[in-house]
């Protein structure tokens, strides 16, 4: 791998992680409690290529030591001007040389190789020359690239973090000049968790500037069932790309009269049939309001299934069909690097996934790539943080895949692009349209309230550990109906504040920037990007005893959007300790101890929440629950009343709500 410039049910996730002692996000260095340490390996060492028959012959010398221990070697091109035509080899950990073809159209390839272990890859070791080749007029060879993103939530505008849809379609132009057979493909939630230029349109713009772009294929993700299956298959009708799933009970439900759902599909292009096998993450049920997947007759539900039996007799069909390559395209995620271990569900799903020459993941906004079972497993943050870019190298006699490298195409790098016309002038459009709206000022922040990696945290601040934006919402939660506790999810955060998702047409505003340090305007736009679901607040009872339960499954899945946003009390938990038995101590924030009992206290959460949304199930009383306004409005009234009263809301320091133990906290 080289790099230029919704989560999984706690319930599900407890016996999986009962193991982990500690981690650090993406494979970085960690110390275990036997004091080894585990990190992805270090770069091969004496890498030299020469010209065999026709070929690059490329020897190196393995790191001195790896742990995780190596499983595969992939040697590849380094060159990135002469990409065109890159043919790349994986051999397994014990092969110190491998042959490399050589394709038509190339004169020079520079060879790099690297160790990978399953913490990831290391970072190249390249012969020092580019090498000069005769490219034969014909081959056996053939490359097949790929280009994909996962969890786009609306991101169509470009912005500090976001690289924005115009920009990403023109790289995307850029790469399939590299290649004829260049497929595009997104591993689900291109839609919902959207900022307002996408939600408030109904997610119809994400949809076009996705055609736009060029989308071959997309999986589903769990928020592409945000809203109900009328409004999916609205989007569905409106794409010009194909959708595919394997493990939906029942797909009939999202075919429309232009375009059908299909369970595998085949893309054709640059002499090459590639398969596509879409997933879906099966806690979808819990994660969208009730009634999103129903459709027919009062009773009848899509039903998602977490085995891969489906996907593997898809990507059978699919090579029946004529694929000379499968991909698999999941809605799962990966979680963490612990002890020698990748653990999640992408893990997981990817080690049972069979004659996939390549699996994708998603879901929990993360960067992860390795080799798993002898495939690349891939996933990439989200919002249009960043894409990869697969290179396959296909022998067309034996019809098996003989190699792969990974590249991570950063924003940095993105941001280098000129915009795409036709892409801009669809997020003009929309722009123009909104300003009006969402333009009005509601308050005025002393600076930026973080929100994902935007502070340099190697996770998501707010599915990790307290954070200034779940504070401030969660104390006016409290504040407005006045209950002794306030339970919301850090997954509900969708944005900073002022946001990156929404940019405001009146100049005027005080905004982030280049060399700004506020104070900064919020309008009603920031606050719709912020909270896009229009969630409702429940008030409900829970006892000391679910309490503790509810918190277990907020830190079990550790990082994930189930994590606990609170008010009205404290909790400490050990992240070094098995899943299940992580929470140490609840107090209220005067320090008196909750106890695990039936001592009754009222709660404010989300409906969502409250109706078993996230895994909670009924730790909150559903029977119980009264719900409430959009809970939105606690953050629109906390500015408001500060800009009423002629004060500019601070970003407040965090107050030790919440505190996490063990190496693999993101740090405060």
Not at 86 to 106: D, E, F, I, N, Y
Not at 414 to 425: E, F, G, L, R, T
Not at 477 to 488: A, E, M, N, Q, R
Not at 510 to 523: F, I, K, L
């Amino acid at each position: 791998m080289r790099r230029y410039g919704g989560t999984p049910t706690a319930v599900a996730i407890v016996a999986a992680l009962a193991i982990v002692a500690a981690a650090v996000a993406g494979g970085a260095a960690e110390r275990a409690d036997s004091q080894e340490t585990f990190a992805k390996p270090a770069a091969p060492a004496s890498v030299t290529a020469k010209l065999v028959k026709g070929k690059i012959e490329v020897s190196w010398k393995a790191p001195a030591t790896a742990s995780p221990a190596i499983t595969h070697y992939v040697v590849s091109d380094h060159l990135k001007a002469s990409r065109k035509g890159a043919c790349p080899v994986t051999v397994s950990a014990t092969k110190r040389k491998a042959l490399m073809p050589v394709l038509p159209g190339r004169n020079r390839i520079q060879p790099a190789v690297q160790a990978v272990n399953s913490y990831g890859y290391s970072t190249p070791a390249i012969v020092a020359r580019p090498i000069p080749v005769k490219a034969p007029k014909r081959s056996d060879f053939r490359n097949v690239q790929v280009l994909q993103f996962s969890d786009f939530h609306g991101a169509i505008e470009e912005s500090d973090n976001n690289a924005g849809a115009a920009k990403i379609a023109t790289a995307f132009a850029r790469d399939r000049t590299h290649s004829p057979a260049t497929f595009t493909a997104a591993s689900g939630d291109s839609l919902g968790g959207a900022p307002i230029i996408a939600s408030y349109f109904e997610e119809i713009p994400t949809v076009r500037v996705h055609n736009k772009m060029g989308l071959d294929v997309s999986t589903f993700g769990n928020h592409e069932h945000d809203r109900p299956l009328t409004h999916l298959r609205d989007m569905i009708s409106r794409s010009n790309f194909a959708w595919t799933v394997a493990n939906y009970s029942d797909l009939q439900p999202l075919q429309t009269p232009k375009r059908k759902v299909r369970p595998y599909v085949i893309v054709k292009r640059g002499g090459v049939e590639v398969g596509f096998v879409g997933m879906n993450t099966e806690d979808t049920r819990e994660l969208v309001k009730p009634g999103n997947l129903a459709y027919g007759t009062a009773g009848k539900e899509i039903a998602i299934s977490g085995k891969v039996d489906g996907v593997n007799r898809q990507i059978v069909a699919a090579k029946k069909a004529g694929a000379d390559v499968v991909v698999a395209l999941t809605h799962q995620g990966w979680n963490l690097n612990a002890n020698g271990v990748p653990t999640g569900r992408l893990i997981e799903v990817a080690q049972q996934i069979k004659g996939a020459a390549a699996v994708y993941g998603a879901h929990t906004h993360q960067t992860y790539a390795s080799i798993l079972a002898g495939k690349p497993t891939i996933e990439v943050r989200n919002s249009g943080q960043e894409y990869t870019r697969l290179q396959l190298c296909l022998n067309t006699k034996t019809n098996r895949v003989v190699g792969s490298n990974v590249e991570y195409v950063l924003k940095d790098e993105i941001a280098k692009q000129k915009a795409d016309p036709k892409v801009a002038a669809v997020v003009a459009e929309y722009q123009k349209k909104i300003g009006p709206i969402f333009d009005q000022k509601v308050g005025v922040v002393a600076g930026i309230f973080p929100r994902g990696t935007s502070a340099g945290h190697p996770k998501p601040v707010e599915r990790t550990g307290e954070t200034q934006l779940g504070n401030l919402t969660a104390d006016w939660l409290k504040k407005k109906y006045g209950t002794d506790l306030v339970f919301t999810n850090g997954g509900g955060i969708r944005d900073t504040l002022p946001a990156n998702g929404y940019t405001p047409s009146d100049p005027t505003l005080r905004r982030p920037g280049p060399g700004t340090s506020g104070p900064y305007d919020v309008v009603l736009g920031d606050i719709k990007s912020v909270y896009p679901f229009g969630t409702e607040a429940a008030t409900s009872t829970m006892t000391g005893e679910q309490l503790w339960g509810a918190l277990e499954v907020g830190v079990s899945s550790y990082p994930s959007g189930a994590f606990p946003q609170i008010s009205g009390f404290k909790f400490t938990f050990d992240l070094t300790r098995p899943a299940g038995s992580r929470i140490t101590e609840v107090t209220r924030t005067d320090g008196t101890p909750i106890p695990k009992d039936g001592t009754s206290y009222s709660v404010t959460t989300l409906s969502f929440m409250a109706f078993g949304g996230d895994g909670y199930g009924t730790f909150f009383n559903p029977s119980q629950a009264q719900v409430r306004e959009p809970y939105d409005e606690a953050l629109t009234d906390a500015l408001k009343a500060d800009l009423a009263a002629g004060v500019t809301t601070a970003v407040a320091p965090l107050d030790g709500r919440i505190t996490c133990l063990g190496a693999e906290c993101v740090p405060r």
